[in-house]
Nanobody
């Protein structure tokens, strides 16, 4: 079975940095777009950044210039480098990916990780 596992969350001071990782595992044929979402208390889940299999990236206006998404295709891993963190960045961060498993007849399935908590506080 295919799964996504996030890591790297924790407590950081305003202005600090943190790097999140998400590794996909299981019987995988290919991974298309990978993305990071976040959900703050009392708010809807929102897209933070995404990256295609070819390396094209986009991100939310609120994190432009501060967050960078990247991926290591050989390791089936996506990263989110977060710099200049603000208290407003506090949220559970979720990994998301479109994956074609083996024996799936070419059909892509969307997968979610369980999330990792990022708390930005002094």
């Amino acid at each position: 079975q295919v799964q996504l596992v996030e890591s790297g969350g924790g407590l950081v001071q305003p202005g600090g940095s943190l790097r999140l990782s998400c590794a996909a595992s299981g019987s995988i044929l290919s991974i298309n777009t990978m993305a990071w979402y976040r959900q703050a208390p009392g708010k809807e889940r929102e897209l933070v950044a995404r990256i295609t299999s070819g390396g094209s990236r986009n991100s939310a206006d609120s994190v432009k210039g501060r967050f960078t998404i990247s991926r290591d295709n050989a390791q089936n891993t996506v990263y989110l480098q977060m710099n200049s963190l603000k208290p407003e960045d506090t949220a559970v961060y979720y990994c998301n990916a479109d994956i074609i498993p083996y024996r799936a007849y070419g059909i892509s399935t969307n997968y979610w990780g369980k999330g990792t908590l990022v708390t930005v506080s002094s």
